[in-house]
């Protein structure tokens, strides 16, 4: 079956601008997380989402940040007045349930360059 | 939040050599999972072993959640096991949710 699934792959933006990413977990997956990865660095979560229940926005770096996950499925991560610091790779996963006693599975990811 | 601590930062090895993988962690944990990054960037799920044992071909790691540890073993290493191998803990945060906390990792190089 598809995978996690992430567009676009790649998004050069300028500073300033505000960014979508967009997110399709696998088919029947109540949770879902964000992390980003800076170049060379480990992953930073950012937001988890677990079926109906209030996301955990813990790790969101800055209120230019938000997410929002649409009919329990597809999630959106939105960066607004992006900044030079926000260039990353964005990475979503998905798990059938809490990913307590089950494993991640991640997608290809978005590399976001702010120039 | 929970620390995780990954050992050695970088390794290099020849083809066809073992090598050991540590991740210590600074608290309990629900869970534990290994995972390897491609030099594509690819995130692949090694393993989810909270406590014990597994085995996966040349791949095998053990987790001793009371001493708050887990090796990853890699045998008869080839080439393709190349890449950036994180440990990722995970426990409860503050809003009662559950991250999945990731060491910096362990780059792994394999010459021929």
């Known amino acids: 079956g598809a995978g996690v699934s992430q567009s676009p792959s790649n998004k050069v933006t300028e500073k300033g601008k505000d960014v979508e990413l967009r997110c399709d977990p696998i088919?029947?997956?109540?949770?879902l997380y964000w992390y980003r990865q800076s170049l060379g660095q480990g992953l930073e979560f950012l937001i988890y989402?677990?079926?109906?229940?209030?996301?955990?926005k813990s790790g969101l770096p800055s209120d230019r940040f938000s997410a929002e996950r649409t009919g329990g499925s597809v999630s959106t991560l939105t960066i607004q007045r992006t900044q030079q610091e926000d260039s990353a790779v964005y990475l979503c996963?998905?798990?059938?349930?809490?990913?307590?006693?089950?494993?991640?599975?991640f997608g290809n990811g978005t590399r976001l360059t702010v120039t | 939040g929970i620390q995780v601590e990954q050992s050695p930062p970088d390794l290099i090895l020849q083809e066809g050599a073992n090598s050991t993988l540590r991740c210590n962690f600074s608290?309990?944990?629900?869970?534990l999972q290994w995972f390897h990054q491609n030099p594509w960037g690819q995130l692949i799920n090694l393993f989810y072993?909270?406590?014990g044992t597994k085995q996966n071909g040349r791949l095998s790691a053990t987790t001793v959640a009371t001493e708050r540890y887990s090796l990853l073993y890699i045998s008869s290493s080839q080439t393709t096991d190349s890449g950036v191998y994180f440990c990722?803990?995970?426990?409860?945060?503050?809003?009662?949710?559950?991250?999945?906390?990731f060491g910096k990792g362990t780059k792994l190089s394999v010459i021929p």
């Open positions: 996963a998905s798990s059938p349930r809490d990913s307590y006693n089950s494993p991640l599975h």
């Open positions: 072993i909270p406590s």
């Open positions: 989402f677990q079926g109906n229940s209030a996301p955990d």
């Open positions: 608290d309990s944990v629900n869970n």
């Open positions: 088919s029947g997956h109540t949770a």
């Open positions: 990722a803990v995970q426990g409860y945060s503050g809003a009662g949710s559950y991250q999945l906390t």
